[in-house]
């Protein structure tokens, strides 16, 4: 009876909280974008989080990475505890990583002011062996702090031992990423099983973790399963980036001890700047509360070294770059090919109709290949110019709106008995079609009658029945103008 009042009292809405829970150091997950993932994190760990998660993943960070991120846990329950959890992390790749990535993070978890646990975290990864093949290990430090009050001042555990317990543990992870859709992630977390009781024996138990997942550009999904004192969980999440910039996710986590666990969350995305929100609500277990709650904000420093990496998806623009190359290669080719061959005619060690007939091939070859490439730059090039000037347009029609608004509006002049009434200036015509001459382009166009040759994107959204594919315009040809 001595020590039971003070261990229900400092401990109760933590151990108790449901009954997938075994003592201190369980699983409570770090960061809000992989919990809004149902914390299937094991085989991605592609950001700051993969110290927690997996430290072999911190290969993946090209460039200095910090997060930081508070999350509110369990709201709603019946004693009130305010139950909250908070995550720190850093990474910086050494010399472009080829001599690894290094990083550092902080977890911690607290109950108001009756108990606390801190993870101070000293995390390394590095590729081994072959490409794409990642190890990473996690140094730690565990410490409990139990709260003073009158309980614990007169209670002989607390007495003799005192209110706070610490120890060292350790990670151990690996993650294999073969290509950029896919990775497979292995980890075993507390290895060492280190002893963090106060007065008794109380074992972290080690936990084993593996995960997968299947990237796209914009899409992921992920899967892990972990085993723990004859516990199994299976989580399963996915990540969708809309135009770059906006993420949706969601997850869903199931187990052993009745853990039923849904998850969603989005994210944003900006340059440097990533901002990530998480809720996590237990389907079972856990009674009247309203899910738990992650906020956090991420850092990017430095430029990614420009050395490419099989893990990475290829940049758009050197995408586009490689393919003009490899076109320009196979049409050099093939015009070496054609001298070749009428070197070879002039000289008479070919006969004649053999030879006619091959530089024709190889004529019509170059021809269709040379139009066909063209005219695919031709259209991405028009489609990224009309996207570029949508976005031009909008920012300039906001900025005018923005300035009417926060412009102070004059009061009127005083009136006078003889005022002369100012009229708008007439507004220059603009006819309603127009013929297109020699030499004219949309741009030209635009600038003739609007003065702003950014408006070519509105005459072609006009006229997009008519104009050729790649926008290009005939001579005598008739366009339909804007009135605006």
């Known amino acids: ?107 911690y978890l607290s109950l108001q002011d009756a108990y606390r646990e801190d993870v101070i975290s000293l995390s390394y990864g590095k590729e081994i062996f072959i490409t794409g093949l990642f190890l990473g290990a996690t140094g730690k430090m565990l410490r409990r702090n139990f709260g003073s009050d009158i309980y614990t001042e007169i209670d002989p555990l607390f007495t003799k031992h005192g209110q706070n317990t610490s120890n060292l543990s350790s990670d151990l992870g690996m993650l294999y990423r073969p290509s950029p859709r896919y990775s497979l992630g292995l980890l075993i977390k507390d290895m060492n099983q280190p002893n963090i009781g106060l007065g008794e024996e109380e074992k972290v138990p080690l936990e084993i973790r ?12 992920a899967g892990d399963i972990s085993y723990k004192k004859k516990d199994t969980n299976v989580s399963f999440g996915i990540e969708k980036w809309l135009f770059k910039i906006f993420g949706l996710r969601a997850g869903f986590t199931a187990g052993s001890r009745n853990k039923r666990e849904i998850a969603t969350g989005m994210g944003y995305k900006s340059g440097f700047l990533t901002l990530d929100y998480a809720f996590v609500f237990p389907l079972a277990g856990i009674e009247s509360v309203a899910g738990s709650h992650r906020f956090a904000m991420g850092l990017k420093f430095g430029k990614a070294p420009e050395k490419e990496v099989i893990w990475e998806f290829e940049d758009d623009t050197k995408a586009l770059e490689r393919v003009l190359e490899e076109k320009a290669a196979q049409i050099q ?82 009136s006078s008995r003889h005022t002369t009434p100012v009229y708008p200036a007439p507004s220059s015509s603009i006819p309603r079609t127009y013929t297109v001459e020699e030499g004219d382009t949309l741009q030209s166009i635009a600038q003739k009658f609007y ?34």
């Open 1 to 107: 009876m001595k020590t039971f009042k003070t261990l229900i009292f400092l401990s109760f809405s933590i151990l108790s909280l449901n009954s997938f829970l075994y003592a201190a150091f369980e699983e409570i997950g770090a960061g809000a974008r992989p919990l809004a993932m149902g914390s299937a994190f094991t085989g991605i760990s592609n950001d700051p989080h993969a110290i927690y998660y997996n430290p072999a993943g911190l290969v993946q960070i090209r460039q200095s990475q910090m997060t930081a991120g508070y999350g509110r846990l369990y709201l709603g329950l019946e004693d009130k505890s305010n139950l909250g959890s908070g995550f720190v992390g850093a990474a910086q790749s050494l010399k472009g990583g080829k001599w690894g990535t290094l990083a550092a993070g902080w977890l």
């Open 210 to 221: 593996g995960g997968f997942g299947y990237h796209q550009r914009q899409f992921l999904f």
């Open 333 to 414: 080719a093939m015009e070496k090919e054609l001298e070749r061959l009428k070197e070879q005619n002039r000289a008479g060690k070919i006969e004649a109709s053999w030879t006619r007939e091959q530089i024709q091939k190889i004529e019509e070859k170059l021809q269709v290949q040379g139009t066909k490439d063209l005219q695919n730059m031709r259209e991405r090039l028009l489609e990224s110019k009309i996207e570029t000037q949508k976005m031009s347009q909008r920012i300039l029609e906001l900025e005018e709106k923005i300035k009417r608004i926060t412009t102070p509006r004059l009061p009127p002049a005083p």
């Open 451 to 484: 003065k702003n040759d950014s408006k070519w994107i509105e005459i072609y959204e006009l006229n997009q029945d008519r104009i050729e594919r790649g926008g290009n315009i005939r001579s005598g040809q008739i366009l339909l103008l804007p009135q605006k």
